[in-house]
C-alpha cells in the first residue's frame, strides 16, 4: 500500500540552527513529491516540489528538499531556522499519470524558540 | 496562493442540522476535493470531483455528501450533523493537466465547525 513516514513528529529548535525533517515513500511508480506548511490556525501552504529533474529543489522561504529515489526520500532542510518557522510540515506524495489520490504524511510540528 | 474561497470560515451548529459548506474557486482546475483535519488523524479525504457533476468517495464519506453543478463550485453537505464532526474541513484543488504544476494540490483556507 502506499504511505507516507515521516518520522520526527515533534521537533525543538533554538533559532539558527539547522533543520532537517525526513519523509520516506512507499509507492513502485514515478511519483510527485511536496512540503506544505501549516502555520497555526491556517491551511496548508505548499513550501515546493518535486516532479522531475535537478532532485534538489528550492522552496519558499529558504527551505530546500533533496530527492533520493534509491532511499524513497524527501527531506526537507533549512540551514537556518527562524522563530516564524514554527508551524506543522506535511510531506506528500502522488503518483504521476494525473491521479487524484495524495498520500500525505501524518506531519512534523516544529517548535523554533527565540 | 491559489484562488479558492470556502464559506462560511466558522460555523456552530446543532446536532442532527443540515450543514452545507461551499467551496469556490477560480483557477479552472478540475479537481475539487474536501478533506477534514483532526489531531491525531492528520488529513483525511471526504469526497473527491473529478469534473461537473463527476464526483466519488474518499476514506471518511459516510454522513457526507457532495455537489458540484459548475467548475467552480463544490459544495460539501453534513446531512445531519453529528458531534463527530466537528473538524477543521478543507477544500483542495488540483489540476493533473496543467502545465508545469507538478499536480500540485491547493488548499483553501478551511472551515471551522463545530457541532454541539
Known amino acids: 500500500a502506499q504511505s507516507v513516514s515521516q518520522h520526527n513528529h515533534h521537533v525543538i529548535l533554538s533559532e539558527a540552527a539547522s533543520l532537517e525533517l525526513g519523509c520516506n515513500y512507499s509507492?513502485?511508480?514515478?511519483?510527485?513529491l511536496f512540503w506544505y506548511v501549516q502555520y497555526p490556525g491556517q491551511h496548508l501552504q505548499l513550501l515546493l516540489k518535486?516532479?522531475?529533474?535537478?532532485?534538489l529543489v528550492k522552496g519558499i522561504k529558504g527551505f530546500e528538499a533533496e530527492f533520493i529515489k534509491s532511499k524513497f526520500s524527501f527531506n526537507l532542510r533549512k540551514p537556518s531556522v527562524q522563530w516564524s518557522d514554527t508551524a506543522e510540515y506535511f510531506c506528500?506524495?502522488?503518483?504521476?499519470?494525473?491521479?487524484?489520490?495524495?498520500?500525505f504524511g501524518t506531519g512534523t510540528r516544529l517548535k523554533v524558540l527565540a | 496562493d491559489a484562488g479558492i474561497t470556502q464559506s462560511p470560515r466558522h460555523k456552530v451548529t446543532e446536532t442532527g442540522t443540515p450543514v452545507t459548506l461551499r467551496c469556490h474557486q477560480t483557477?479552472?482546475?478540475?479537481?475539487m476535493y474536501w478533506y477534514r483535519q483532526d489531531p491525531g488523524h492528520g488529513l483525511r479525504l471526504i469526497h473527491y470531483?473529478?469534473?461537473?457533476?463527476?464526483?466519488d468517495k474518499g476514506e471518511v464519506s459516510d454522513g457526507y455528501s457532495v455537489s458540484r453543478s459548475k467548475t467552480e463550485d463544490f459544495l460539501l453537505t453534513l446531512e445531519s450533523a453529528t458531534s463527530s464532526q466537528t473538524s477543521v474541513y478543507f477544500c483542495a484543488i488540483s489540476d493533473p493537466n496543467g502545465r508545469n504544476s507538478g499536480n500540485t494540490i491547493y488548499f483553501g483556507e478551511g472551515s471551522w465547525l463545530t457541532v454541539v
Open positions: 506528500a506524495v502522488n503518483a504521476q499519470g494525473g491521479t487524484y489520490k495524495y498520500i
Open positions: 483557477e479552472n482546475h478540475r479537481y
Open positions: 518535486y516532479f522531475s529533474g535537478d532532485p
Open positions: 470531483s473529478y469534473g461537473v457533476k463527476d464526483t
Open positions: 509507492y513502485g511508480g514515478t511519483v510527485n
